[in-house]
């Protein structure tokens, strides 16, 4: 079945580590994203990109990093810099031609990352 | 720039109950709007949408109507279950944000049996 795994569900990691989370797509779809949800505030945007060794940053870049070498693959590294780190990670993907004036911007998730930092 | 107020939770309701989910929204243009729905430890599904003024999204017995007149979208169903507790995000998309998705703060619901 297509679809956007994430990995892992859960990590733990100390302060002062960096972390890298997975997430692959098989929807052959150009643009990817990732997203922090923390209690009451909604989905925040972290980075994304609209096409292989291209991406962007979102509203709340710091203290994370990305890369896109393949399509299918937009990996998040948490670093030691983010001070507050301890959320929900959620990968997202769309059709490139869904994100322009005839499309609806519609994406589709994963079943995220919980990160926990001890 | 963009931004989708919706309703704040938790909102809790027996089931069989009639749900009405208020979304408001400012935006140029004439954006996509959206209501995904996220059920417990989970990522987000799409639940409806709606690409233009006076369209109606509608699924599972949920309905939205496109108000371009009152900038609303508000979710509606006439009878929830158990099975509907979930957060649920209102959520719009446009040129004006280079049609990257611009979510309201979600709305807790759950029904008891």
């Known amino acids: 079945d297509g679809g956007i795994t994430q990995s892992p569900k859960y990590l733990f990691r100390k302060e002062g580590q960096n972390v890298t989370l997975s997430c692959e797509q098989n929807l052959n779809h150009d643009a990817m994203y990732w997203y922090r949800q923390d209690p009451g505030q909604g989905l925040r945007l972290i980075y994304y990109?609209?096409?292989?060794?291209?991406?962007q940053k979102g509203d709340i870049a710091e203290g994370y990093s990305v890369s896109r070498e393949k399509k299918e693959s937009f990996p998040l590294t948490v670093t030691s810099a983010q001070k507050n780190p301890t959320a929900f990670y959620l990968c997202?993907?769309?059709?490139?031609?869904?994100?322009?004036?005839?499309?609806?911007?519609?994406?589709?998730f994963g079943e995220g990352s919980r990160l926990t930092v001890l | 720039g963009n931004s989708v107020t919706q309703m704040e939770g938790p909102v809790t309701l027996s089931e069989e109950a009639f749900l009405t989910i208020n979304c408001t929204y400012t935006?140029?243009?004439?954006?996509?709007l959206f209501w995904y729905v996220q059920y417990p430890g989970e990522g987000l599904q799409l639940l409806l949408k709606?690409?233009?003024?006076?369209d109606k999204g509608s699924n599972k017995g949920f309905e939205a109507t496109y108000r371009k007149e009152t900038t609303s979208f508000h979710l509606e169903k006439g009878s929830v279950q158990v099975s509907d507790s979930a957060v649920y995000f209102c959520?719009?998309?446009?040129?004006?944000?280079?049609?990257?998705?611009?979510f309201g703060k979600g709305t807790l619901l759950t029904v008891n049996p």
């Open positions: 997202a993907s769309s059709i490139q031609e869904d994100r322009g004036p005839m499309g609806t911007g519609e994406l589709f």
């Open positions: 935006a140029t243009g004439y954006p996509s």
């Open positions: 709606a690409t233009k003024a006076d």
């Open positions: 959520a719009l998309s446009g040129r004006s944000s280079n049609y990257k998705l611009t």
């Open positions: 990109s609209q096409i292989v060794n291209d991406f």
